[in-house]
Each structure stands twice: as structure tokens, then as C-alpha cells.
């Protein structure tokens, strides 16, 4: 995550406060034992590349080998979509769950890279995992949404959101027209802040996060557009919506590792977004 970017919003950011929603009584709750595990290996990954998982680097395709067999393994249609930044190849990992309607698709993304001078572990090793600890949830309860499910994994947004970019390009309007709405999470388990910031868009998914964390006594803030991959998004017209709960204190640092993550934060993150996916994709 662009670090200037969220820092000028979080000081200008002001709390907001919903009602209590309902909650569908089957909606998935995961635990620290559904996702700690995918830090963990990130952090692994990252030890034996250098010390980091950045665009162009081994580190990089490991932590895409990693997701990609995970969610494989648990009945998702995978592609990996290839171009080039600065003369190194860079990948997203893109993953359909079967049916649903595909003129309505719920996008979730979160990006897999890292900066060259740590292993991002919470910037963005967090967002990676919460959207694959969804992914997978999806396919133990096995539902049938309404909408089409997917998600995705960028590459190289650290050097400038170019993997989402590059998405987008590749995509006539009558493709991104079928967008019903892109969900965002960068930097989803950090440390220290416990402050959960909506990207307040109008899409019908921001309503839905803020209700959540109301619901448990959790404030939120309205950061509006901007930051991180839902930028290329809301730049073609896509809805856009998704949150982050700070930037936490070793952002694009060597000491982003997973002393840096507050398990319990990233445990309160996913649920929020299973919730978001159960209600906007009608599961």
C-alpha cells in the first residue's frame, strides 16, 4: 500500500455509526487456525528469497505457487495472467468458484507482493491470506451465490498498483461491465492500530462492512477512494468498495515480518469479509 496515500487520509479521517444488522445464521466464522497458518508461510517464503516476496523476485512466485495450490485443491478454476514491469515478468493469480451469474460478479483482491525491503508481511501478506482463508471457506460451505465469485492476487502494486492496472487494460467496458463490485483489502491484520478503515465508495458492500464491525463494537472510518488496487478499478467505472485497519509501524520496512500482525485483527478482518461475500453474492 502507497503509505503517503492512507496516512493523509487516516488524519483527516472522521468515525461513522450504523445500526445493528442481521446475520444469516449460515455465514462461515473462521478462527487464528484458519489463517495464521497462511502467514506463516509467507514469512517462510520470504526467509529463504532474500528476505522478501517483491515483483520479479523468486519470493514472488513462491507466494503465488502457494495460493494457487491451495486453491486448486479446494475445486477453483485458476489462471495466471503474465506481463511485464520494468523488464521483470509479473503474474495475478485469478480464481473463479463455479456458478452464479456472470453478468454479476463479486471481485475480491488483495495484492501478493511485497516491497524489495522486507517480506510485507502486513503490506500485504494479510490481505493475501484473508481473502484466501474466504476462498476457502467458500469451498468447505460449498454454497451457491447468486452472483459469480472471484478473486485475485496482484502482482506488483508496490511499484505502483501495475498488476490491477494491467487487469483492468486488458478488459473491454462490456467485460468490467459485468463488475457488479471490486472489494479491496490491503493490509488487513496489523499491528497496533485496531482502527478499520472502509473504502467509502457508494457500492453496496460498504454498507455491509461498516454494519459488521458495528455490530461488534468497532469503530469505523470513512478513508474514501484511494491507495492501493481499487484505484484501477474505480477509474473504469468498476464499484469499488473493501477496507484496511492501518498502516501499522513497519510499513515497507525489513521489519514487516509476522511479529508485525495482530492475529486476532486479521481473524476480525476475514470474518468481515466472508460476511460482505455471503450478503453482496447472495450465498
Known sequence: MRSRTLAAVLAASAALTWAPAAHAAETPVVSTADVLPHLQEFQ?????NGGNRAHGTRGYQESLDYVKERLDEAGFRTSVE??????AKGYNLIADWPGGDEDQVVLLGAHLDSVPAGPGI?????????????ALAVSEANPAPAKHLRFAWWGAE??????????VAARPPEELAKIAVYLNFDMTGSKGDRQWLVIHAGAPATDVFERHFADQGIPTFDIGVGGSD????????VPVSGFT???GACIHD???TIDNVDPEA??????????????????
Request: glycine share 10%; with cysteine.
Open 230 to 237: 481499487h484505484e484501477s478499478f474505480d477509474a473504469a467505472g
Open 254 to 256: 525489513a521489519c514487516d
Open 158 to 167: 508496490e511499484p505502483g498498483l501495475i498488476g490491477s492496472a494491467k487487469y
Open 122 to 134: 502486513s503490506d500485504n501478506a494479510t490481505g493475501s491470506a484473508a481473502i484466501l482463508a474466504t
Open 44 to 48: 517462510r517464503i520470504a526467509d529463504r
Open 82 to 87: 503474465e506481463f511485464e514491469h520494468d523488464g
Open 266 to 283: 486479521e481473524v476480525i478482518s476475514t470474518n468481515a469479509i466472508i460476511q460482505a461475500v455471503w450478503s453482496v453474492a447472495g450465498a
Open 245 to 247: 485497519n492501518g498502516i
